[in-house]
Each structure stands twice: as structure tokens, then as C-alpha cells.
Nanobody, 115 residues
Framework: QVQLVESGGGLVQAGGSLRLSCAASGRSFSMYRMGWFRQGPGKQREWVAEISSGSSTAYTNSVKGRFTISRDNAKNTVYLQMNSLKPEDTAVYLC?????????WGQGTQVTVSS
């Protein structure tokens, strides 16, 4: 079992930055693939980025060059650095952990980008 708690969300103006954190408790954090997802108002949940146990990363096209995912296995934490934020980035951001599939989810943290 893995428990995930996100933090770092808030209100920011367009062009600003935020860093989200996701703290994990439980065993073998370093073995999990970790992902960030988001769900905007009236939209379906969308995959944003992920980092493998070997720290390979992948991003959805709309955030490439603006967002950076990283992990600190010593702290059982995954981060999402978000720069050049746009109003369309407004969403609840959730982190998730996968061994094969994304089975563990946090509650989410709200990110609101004002124009």
C-alpha cells in the first residue's frame, strides 16, 4: 500500500510558477513509476507527466518545456515544477503511483492560474 499526499497548489498569475510536491508513505517508493494527472473544470482527468523508477521522464505535449517532474527517493517525494503557467493549466492536480498500473492516488491539490 502507498499513501500519497499532494501539496503546493495555489493561485498564481499567468506566466508564474508553482512547485507541487507529492509525499508518499509506505514501502518501496523507489520501485514505483510516479505520475501527475490533472482534472480541469468540466474536463476529464488528463495525464500530465510521469517519472519511472529509473528516473526516465515523459510529458504530455501541452506542458513540454514548461513543466519538470523529478523525484527524491530519499524523501519519498515526487515534484512537479510548473513554469510559464497558463489559465488553461487550471485544474486539480493529482499524483499517482504505479507498479504496473496507476493503482494509488492522492486527493489532489488545486492550481488556479489567473489571466
Amino acid at each position: 500500500q502507498v499513501q500519497l499526499v499532494e501539496s503546493g497548489g495555489g493561485l498564481v498569475q499567468a506566466g508564474g510558477s508553482l512547485r507541487l510536491s507529492c509525499a508518499a508513505s509506505g514501502r518501496s517508493f523507489s520501485m514505483y513509476r510516479m505520475g501527475w494527472f490533472r482534472q480541469g473544470p468540466g474536463k476529464q482527468r488528463e495525464w500530465v507527466a510521469e517519472i519511472s523508477s529509473g528516473s526516465s521522464t515523459a510529458y504530455t505535449n501541452s506542458v513540454k518545456g514548461r513543466f519538470t517532474i523529478s523525484r527524491d527517493n530519499a524523501k519519498n517525494t515526487v515534484y512537479l515544477q510548473m513554469n510559464s503557467l497558463k489559465p488553461e493549466d487550471t485544474a486539480v492536480y493529482l499524483c499517482a503511483a504505479a507498479y504496473r498500473t496507476y493503482d494509488y492516488w492522492g486527493q489532489g491539490t488545486q492550481v488556479t492560474v489567473s489571466s
